[in-house]
């Protein structure tokens, strides 16, 4: 505050006057000095993200405000959750007419408190605050609200917003009686929006009911991100130790590995064509990579080369499906059930689902299997009026497509053995009698076409009673060399 102060000095006959002013400083008060270092104090103890202070509001002479950003502390998680929804044809609110769905989440929301700071905090009044929460109702936030009060009143004349955030963090789910489950109930959303006897200062921070389980449960995912982003882990593989942020942990067994490891591991297995090896690389485990995860350690080539095998591996094991008979097609259709005709959507041919020839409606199958091999070798052997007379009847192209086909199943039939597990056409081309199946990984025997143990596939070579006794080699064309070293 200012005073004008006016002296007048004669002197020589002449007046002269001085005009001064004078600045009355007032020192900062003892509430003034507690609030800065209790703001000071707060700021240095949590995070960034818990404590944010109004930085205008000491440029513009104000009283200082903030807002603290409060998650619960959950003793043993994971916490059990229920929400009740009501029933959308529910006349009235009562326990039977509620739809629970219930969750294991491990961090809950933060509840806010907005905080001003009045000139005679913390000497004798307390902070001026609102609560709010997108997970508690307002009654809930009441009962909180109170407790705060009643901190206050036992703490009065010192400064309280720790204390305040150290009940909200470790003691309010205790206090709620939420600390082994949290139920959330639309009911009480409902009934306590609007209450009379409710605190004023308190705020339910979300529009509808409905969304309050996808907001707690994308918090929940992103903070279980960050923490394994941020927390060591040791690989199994090149057991050294690095970051979550540099790790991939498979959903299924929750075992980690690191990206360089992994990377290596799924570079050799898409490169091989083994996509149903692309698990868990711990011993016995057998959790799937998620296709994410791939994509983000292998280059963009091998990731679509992992799509393809993957996507013929499935349509491979379903049984609905079949492919286009058109060679050049060859694209998989969708077979609806007791549905004999079959429409590619590729090339739009339509063919029957049994003889794989033009649909021919409730028309007999023209070729049957039994006549295939005979009108086949007819028309390949025949003069030009035998082949007229049968390409008149089946088709010139009917014909050719059966002669090609069967031409195939004679080459799998003469160089291959069917798979015990899955039935698949293998061909041995050279290596010793113990098979892999390239589509389902079954161990056999090319000999007697047995199923092999999947720990120790080459007992059965190795059993005296065993039919293919010492026969691991038999049939094999291998220098004395490499005989030697293998039973040595």
Same mark, same amino acid.
């Given at each position: 505050?200012?005073?004008?102060?006016? =002296?007048?000095? =004669?002197?020589?006959?002449?007046? #002269?006057?001085?005009?001064?002013?004078?600045?009355? #400083?007032?020192?900062?008060?003892?509430?003034?000095?507690?609030?800065?270092? $209790?703001?000071?104090? #707060?700021?240095?103890?949590?995070?960034?993200?818990?404590?944010?202070?109004?930085?205008?509001?000491?440029?513009?002479?104000?009283?200082?405000?903030?807002?603290?950003?409060?998650?619960?502390?959950?003793?043993?998680?994971?916490?059990?959750?229920?929400?009740?929804?009501?029933?959308?044809?529910?006349?009235?609110?009562?326990?039977?007419?509620?739809?629970?769905?219930?969750?294991?989440?491990?961090?809950?929301?933060?509840?806010?408190?907005?905080?001003?700071?009045?000139?005679?905090?913390?000497?004798?009044g307390p902070p001026q605050y609102t609560l709010t929460?997108?997970?508690?109702?307002?009654?809930?936030?009441? #009962?909180?609200?109170?407790?705060?009060?009643?901190?206050?009143?036992?703490?009065?004349? &010192?400064?309280?917003?720790?204390?305040?955030?150290?009940?909200?963090?470790?003691?309010?789910?205790?206090?709620?009686?939420?600390?082994? $489950?949290?139920?959330?109930?639309?009911?009480? =959303?409902?009934?306590?929006?609007?209450?009379?006897?409710?605190? &004023?200062?308190?705020?339910?921070?979300?529009?509808?009911?409905?969304?309050?389980?996808?907001?707690?449960?994308?918090?929940?995912?992103?903070?279980?991100? $960050?923490?394994?982003?941020?927390?060591?882990?040791?690989?199994?593989?090149?057991?050294?130790?690095?970051?979550?942020?540099?790790?991939?942990?498979?959903?299924?067994?929750?075992?980690?590995?690191?990206?360089?490891?992994?990377?290596?591991?799924?570079d050799v297995h898409i490169k091989d064509g083994n996509?149903?090896?692309?698990?868990?690389?711990?011993?016995?485990?057998?959790?799937?990579?998620?296709?994410?995860?791939?994509k983000n350690l292998v280059s963009e080539e091998d =990731?679509?080369?992992?799509?393809?095998?993957?996507? &013929?591996?499935?349509?491979?094991? !379903?049984?609905?499906?079949?492919?286009?008979?058109?060679?050049?097609? &060859?694209?998989?259709?969708?077979?609806? $059930?007791?549905?004999?005709?079959?429409?590619?959507?590729?090339?739009?041919?339509?063919?029957?689902?049994?003889?794989?020839?033009?649909?021919?409606?409730?028309?007999?199958?023209?070729?049957?299997?039994?006549?295939?091999?005979?009108?086949?070798?007819?028309?390949?052997?025949?003069?030009?009026?035998?082949?007229?007379?049968?390409?008149?009847?089946?088709?010139?192209?009917?014909?050719?497509?059966?002669?090609?086909?069967?031409?195939?199943?004679?080459?799998?039939?003469?160089?291959?053995?069917?798979?015990?597990?899955?039935?698949?056409?293998?061909?041995?081309?050279?290596?010793?009698?113990?098979?892999?199946?390239?589509?389902?990984?079954?161990?056999?025997?090319?000999?007697?076409?047995?199923?092999?143990?999947?720990?120790?596939?080459?007992?059965?070579?190795?059993?005296?009673?065993?039919?293919?006794?010492?026969?691991?080699?038999?049939?094999?064309?291998?220098?004395?060399?490499? !005989?030697?070293?293998?039973?040595?």
């Amino acid at each position: 505050m200012a005073e004008n102060n006016c =002296f007048r000095i =004669f002197k020589n006959g002449f007046m #002269l006057q001085f005009s001064f002013n004078f600045v009355k #400083l007032t020192p900062m008060t003892d509430n003034d000095s507690a609030q800065e270092d $209790e703001l000071l104090a #707060l700021g240095s103890i949590f995070d960034e993200g818990i404590v944010t202070i109004d930085q205008t509001a000491k440029e513009k002479n104000s009283l200082r405000s903030g807002c603290l950003t409060i998650s619960p502390d959950i003793p043993n998680p994971p916490l059990k959750l229920i929400c009740k929804y009501l029933k959308q044809s529910a006349e009235t609110i009562s326990e039977n007419s509620e739809n629970h769905i219930t969750e294991n989440v491990s961090y809950l929301p933060p509840i806010c408190l907005r905080f001003i700071l009045p000139q005679n905090y913390p000497s004798s009044g307390p902070p001026q605050y609102t609560l709010t929460s997108i997970w508690l109702d307002r009654l809930r936030l009441s #009962l909180i609200a109170n407790k705060l009060d009643s901190v206050w009143e036992e703490h009065q004349g &010192q400064e309280i917003l720790y204390t305040w955030v150290q009940i909200i963090k470790e003691d309010v789910l205790e206090f709620l009686n939420l600390d082994s $489950e949290v139920s959330i109930r639309q009911a009480d =959303f409902i009934e306590n929006s609007s209450a009379e006897n409710l605190d &004023q200062r308190v705020m339910q921070d979300i529009g509808r009911f409905s969304d309050i389980l996808p907001a707690i449960q994308d918090y929940d995912n992103a903070r279980q991100k $960050e923490v394994f982003e941020n927390t060591p882990f040791p690989c199994d593989i090149c057991f050294s130790e690095k970051y979550g942020k540099n790790c991939v942990k498979f959903k299924g067994c929750g075992h980690i590995y690191c990206d360089s490891c992994l990377k290596s591991y799924f570079d050799v297995h898409i490169k091989d064509g083994n996509m149903k090896s692309l698990v868990c690389p711990e011993p016995g485990c057998e959790s799937q990579a998620l296709p994410f995860q791939i994509k983000n350690l292998v280059s963009e080539e091998d =990731f679509k080369r992992y799509e393809s095998i993957l996507l &013929q591996t499935t349509l491979d094991t !379903m049984s609905d499906v079949m492919y286009c008979p058109r060679k050049f097609c &060859q694209s998989p259709v969708l077979i609806e $059930e007791d549905e004999t005709m079959g429409m590619c959507a590729v090339c739009h041919y339509s063919f029957c689902t049994y003889c794989k020839l033009a649909y021919h409606g409730v028309e007999p199958c023209k070729l049957k299997l039994k006549k295939l091999t005979v009108i086949c070798e007819q028309y390949q052997n025949g003069d030009d009026s035998i082949r007229k007379e049968l390409e008149g009847k089946y088709g010139a192209k009917v014909l050719r497509e059966t002669m090609e086909n069967i031409e195939s199943e004679r080459w799998v039939a003469a160089n291959s053995k069917p798979c015990p597990d899955c039935g698949a056409a293998i061909e041995k081309q050279s290596g010793c009698n113990k098979m892999t199946c390239y589509k389902c990984k079954c161990y056999f025997c090319w000999l007697c076409v047995h199923r092999l143990s999947k720990a120790n596939p080459y007992t059965h070579f190795n059993t005296f009673n065993s039919k293919c006794y010492n026969k691991l080699f038999d049939g094999v064309d291998v220098d004395e060399e490499f !005989m030697d070293v293998m039973y040595w």
